[in-house]
Nanobody, 124 residues
């Protein structure tokens, strides 16, 4: 089965940098869009950044110019480089991937998968 494994979270001071990674494995026909979302306690899960299979990117206004999303299609891995971190960036960060899966009858399903989440805390 498909799984997403995240790494790279931690506790850092304002202005510091972190690099998150998310590796996708399992029964994968292809990986379409990938993205990072974040969620603070009591708040909805919001899009941080997304990237298409061709490399097109989209960012939330709050992280534009500070965060960079990239992907390595050969490794089925997506990254989030976070620079100039602010306390308001504190949240659990979740990796997301839109994946096509070929079934036994050769049908292809499009499914959405989520990582376990990794805590990012920015505090002085």
């Amino acid at each position: 089965q498909v799984q997403l494994v995240e790494s790279g979270g931690g506790l850092v001071q304002p202005g510091a940098s972190l690099r998150l990674s998310c590796a996708v494995s399992g029964n994968i026909f292809s990986v379409l869009a990938m993205g990072w979302y974040r969620q603070a306690p009591g708040e909805p899960r919001d899009l941080v950044a997304s990237i298409t299979s061709g490399g097109g990117t989209n960012y939330a206004d709050s992280v534009e110019g500070r965060f960079t999303i990239t992907r390595d299609n050969a490794k089925n891995t997506v990254y989030l480089q976070m620079n100039s971190l602010k306390p308001e960036d504190t949240a659990v960060y979740y990796c997301n991937a839109e994946i096509t899966e070929r079934q036994q009858d050769d049908r292809v399903d499009v499914l959405d998968y989520w990582g376990q989440g990794t805590q990012v805390t920015v505090s002085s």
